[in-house]
């Protein structure tokens, strides 16, 4: 890991500690936690890491800021700081300076399309996006007669239906009705929104590998804590049984996801092979690892994992929310078996082996 890479996710994790604990958050009804840490994590640059200096960004390399999605991940942060940085991302690839301030970015489903009109203007509806309400402007991947454009939006502008995903954060329905962005500029060539889901789909899995790192650190403490027939649960075999699997998901989750990232990082070609299947592989491994881990987690705490006092829920949910921005598991699967038909038996193990 370089020395750089150390001190930017050490930055974020210092912030996390000190401003995100689970517990803290977990006991604030009035949600006066997500002022200092968005403001702490806006002074250190982390937001826009991904975005040059002179777009008024940090200029942290790729690495970095996967990095800190993992971080984000294991203490389930709930303010657009990951979308932030990718509506940071997005708008660096058209050159465009990104502002101050929570972003969020549109759409962040593969079946939703924004249209760039002749006029200039954007219209189409964009489901589950999330943090909408929160954030002042908007990153978008817009569809026009001359090819892929990326805009930014005013949010100010935009009519936001409020919603809800499962961890209770905000995942709202943003609806285009002949906006006017602030500017738009046309994409690089060869990017599209099918890279825009891929990447989206690399930093969920990162935060769901993170997340799965936690609950099972929370569970290992706890089963060594609780006692029950005159002994710590942690003795029962069935209990070491349930860890031992949960174990396993986190380190497949966290093998594919950082697999991902790391391909993604040594080579940003969204129309390689490699990045398409290492990215969808990781969407889909985190996934299911985020339902599976999560069970047996919640398992291990009985009764009490399902209070909302306690603290797995802000992690299990969160990672079972994730699955589905960016394309959910079936929905790459099946992008995934088209490709493979589409190459041909002789095709497969060659292509299987590469990676």
Known sequence: ??????????????????????????????????????????????????????LGGSGASLVDGFGVLGAAGRFAIAVPLAETMLAGWLLAQARIASPAGEMTLAPTSPKDRITLNADGTLTGRARGVPFAKAAKHIAVLAHGADGVSIALVDAAKLRIEPGLNLANDNSDVVTFDKVQPITAKPAPKGFDQNALMLMGGVVRSLQIAGSLESMLDISVRYSNERVAFEKKISKFQAVQHNLARL???????????????????????????????????????????AEKGGAIAHQVHGAIGFTIEHILHRYSLRALSWRDDFGSESYWAVELGKRIAARGADELWPLVASR
């Open 247 to 289: 174990a396993g998901e986190s380190a497949a989750a966290l093998a594919a996801a950082t697999s991902a990232a790391d391909t993604i990082a040594t080579n940003p070609s969204f129309t390689e092979d490699a990045v398409f299947l290492e990215a969808v592989a990781a969407k889909i491994r985190c996934a299911e690892a």
């Open 1 to 54: 890991m370089a020395e750089s890479e150390n001190i930017v996710v050490e930055t974020a994790e210092k912030i996390f500690t000190d401003l995100a604990d689970a517990q803290t958050i977990n006991s604030d009804k009035t949600g006066g936690w997500r002022a200092p840490l968005w403001q702490a994590l806006s002074e250190a640059g982390l937001p826009l890491s991904w975005v040059d200096e002179d």
